[in-house]
C-alpha cells in the first residue's frame, strides 16, 4: 500500500534562503507526482507535475526532483519571500492506489521577512 | 472564467445528524472529486463523479454518498455524523475523466466540525 512521508512537517526560514522540502514515496510504481500548495481559506493549488519517466520539472523559482528508485522527490524554493509562506504538500498516482492521489501532510512553510 | 467554489464555508453539525456540502465545477469540467482533509494531515480521497456516475470511491464507508448534477455541480452527504468526521472538505474538478489525477482544480473546501 502506498503510503506518502513529508519531512520537516514545520520550517521556518529567513527570507532570501534556498530552501529543499522532502517527500518520500514507499511503492516505486508511481503514475506521476504533484506538488500542491494549500493557503488557509483559499485550497489547494497545484504547483508542479512529474510524470514517472520525467526526473525534475522547474516553473519559475520552483524546480521538483523526482528519483523513483529511492521513492524521493524534492522541491527546491529560490530566493525565498514571505509570499511563499504555505502548507506544501506531495501527492502521488500509482496503479497501487487504482490511479488516485495518495497524499502526504504537508511541510508548513513560513518565510520571515 | 469562475473557479470551484463551495459551500457553505465553515458548518456546525451535532453527533448523529446529516449533512449536505455542496461543489459547483469550473466552467466546462465534467469530473468532480471529493476529498476529506482532517487537521494536519494530507487530504484523503472519497469519491469521484464523471458524467453523473460515481468513477472511483476511497475507502469510506456507504453513509458517505454523492451527487453529480447535469450542469456537473455536485453534494456530498454525509449521514449519522460522528466526531470523526470533522474536517474540512474539498472538492476538485477536472476538464475529463481523470483516471490519472491529473488537472484538478480545488475549492476552497468547507470546515465540518461535528460536537
Known amino acids: 500500500k502506498q503510503e506518502v512521508t513529508q519531512i520537516p512537517a514545520a520550517l521556518s526560514v529567513p527570507e532570501g534562503e534556498n530552501l529543499v522540502l522532502n517527500c518520500s514515496f514507499t511503492d516505486s510504481a508511481i503514475y506521476n507526482l504533484q506538488w500542491f500548495r494549500q493557503d488557509p481559506g483559499k485550497g489547494l493549488t497545484s504547483l508542479l507535475l512529474?510524470?514517472?519517466s520525467q526526473r525534475e520539472q522547474t516553473s519559475g523559482r520552483l524546480n521538483a526532483s523526482l528519483d523513483k528508485s529511492s521513492g524521493r522527490s524534492t522541491l527546491y524554493i529560490a530566493a525565498s519571500q514571505p509570499g511563499d509562506s504555505a502548507t506544501y504538500l506531495c501527492a502521488v498516482s500509482s496503479p497501487d492506489s487504482n490511479y488516485q492521489l495518495i497524499w502526504g501532510a504537508g511541510t508548513k512553510l513560513i518565510i520571515k521577512p | 472564467e469562475t473557479g470551484v467554489t463551495q459551500s457553505p464555508t465553515h458548518l456546525i453539525k451535532t453527533r448523529g445528524q446529516q449533512v449536505t456540502l455542496r461543489c459547483s465545477s469550473q466552467?466546462?469540467?465534467?469530473?468532480v472529486s471529493w476529498y476529506q482533509q482532517a487537521l494536519g494531515q494530507g487530504p484523503q480521497f472519497i469519491f469521484q463523479y464523471y458524467r453523473e456516475e460515481e468513477n472511483g470511491r476511497g475507502n469510506f464507508p456507504p453513509r458517505f454518498s454523492g451527487l453529480q448534477f447535469p450542469n456537473y455541480s455536485s453534494e456530498l452527504n454525509v449521514n449519522a455524523l460522528e466526531l470523526d468526521d470533522s474536517a474540512l472538505y474539498l472538492c476538485a474538478s477536472s476538464p475529463r475523466r481523470n483516471l490519472q489525477s491529473l488537472e484538478q482544480y480545488f475549492g476552497p473546501g468547507t470546515r465540518l466540525t461535528v460536537t
Open positions: 466552467s466546462g469540467h465534467n469530473t
Open positions: 512529474i510524470q514517472s
